[in-house]
């Protein structure tokens, strides 16, 4: 069952069909999600990177699914370097943060504080422009709870404006002008 398992994880690609398989197995299958939850830091990236990319699809189908295993999403997003791996992560945490802030679910004051230290080292070190948008947004509206936060996003954003690619400057200069405008 696990290398039949792997092999679906690993046909996860673009196309809808493929997703909408694995999505439905994962969602009606708790042991199915639990080793994919697994194999986000316990297998190699090629691996890790797909666990991680079906995760996103369950969130963004069922965020509830997802939240039992937040303990070892950020320990996996602490543990990882693998680009591949961490575009998903962020907009795992770009969903769960979204749904807590609209009273979806709620997130613990730790898990708040964890996912702003994780969003804040994918700002601040060097990653493609999709886990920075989503850490963006997360840190936006995180910054609603952590007073701290709408500032250091601030500085963060204008320090790397002028190298950030078309899509950064574009996403940070609408969140620089929510945060500014509500000051």
């Not at 909408?20 to 197995?25: G, N, V, W």
């Not at 994780?118 to 422009?129: A, D, G, S, V």
């Not at 078309?166 to 620089?176: D, L, S, T, V």
Request: net charge positive.
């Amino acid at each position: 069952m696990k290398d039949n398992f792997i092999e679906s994880l690993l046909r996860i690609n673009t196309h809808p069909e493929n997703r909408k398989k694995l999505t439905s197995l994962l969602l009606s299958n708790e042991s199915a999600l639990q080793e994919t939850v697994g194999l986000l830091y316990k297998a190699s990236p090629k691996i890790s990177s797909k666990a991680a990319r079906a995760l996103e699809l369950i969130t963004k189908e069922n965020a509830t699914k997802t939240l039992p295993f937040i303990e070892t999403l950020l320990k996996a997003s602490h543990k990882t370097n693998d680009n591949a791996t961490i575009r998903p992560l962020a907009k795992i945490f770009e969903i769960i943060v979204t749904f807590h802030f609209n009273k979806t679910i709620i997130l613990s004051e730790k898990h708040l504080q964890e996912i702003t230290e994780i969003c804040f080292e994918w700002m601040i070190t060097p990653q493609q422009i999709a886990p920075q948008a989503y850490s963006m947004q997360s840190l936006y509206l995180l910054g609603t709870h952590f007073s701290w936060v709408h500032a250091e996003l601030c500085l963060v954003l204008k320090q790397n404006f002028q190298q950030g690619s078309a899509g950064y400057k574009n996403r940070a200069q609408k969140i620089i002008q929510r945060i500014e405008k509500k000051q």
